[in-house]
């Protein structure tokens, strides 16, 4: 039986998930394996079948994988501001609207509403 580890980096994971791949484990056997060590703070199957796939492809950087994706354009706390001055200089404004005018989608826009700026009722 092995210890369990309360909280595991994303980088830890994948030099392990890079570890146990160069071994010649499967996916699953690597989700188990991390599953046992880090319990409920593992990623994602799917998550390891990418990784599984990218060090298929030649990836061996582990570190660089966090600029993976649509780049950032704004930190939370800009837009939240942007968002707030937009909803309380027009209260009846729609989600969309000031979806399209911040240009972030929908579901962003409602948990900046609802979650950061903890307002409740917003129009659709």
Known sequence: MSRQLQVGSKLQMRAVIHFL????CNCTDIY????????ENTMSRQAI?????????????T???????RSSTATISEIAARVNESILANRRVAVDEIANKQ??????????????????????
């Open 21 to 24: 791949w160069a071994k010649r």
């Open 32 to 39: 188990r394996q991390l599953n046992e060590v880090y319990g």
């Open 49 to 61: 079948a990418k990784w599984c796939n990218m060090f298929e492809n030649g990836c061996t950087d």
């Open 63 to 69: 570190d660089n994988a966090e600029l993976e994706g």
């Open 103 to 124: 240009d972030i989608s929908h579901g962003s826009m409602y948990n900046f509403t609802a979650k950061h700026l903890e307002f409740n009722k917003v129009c659709a």
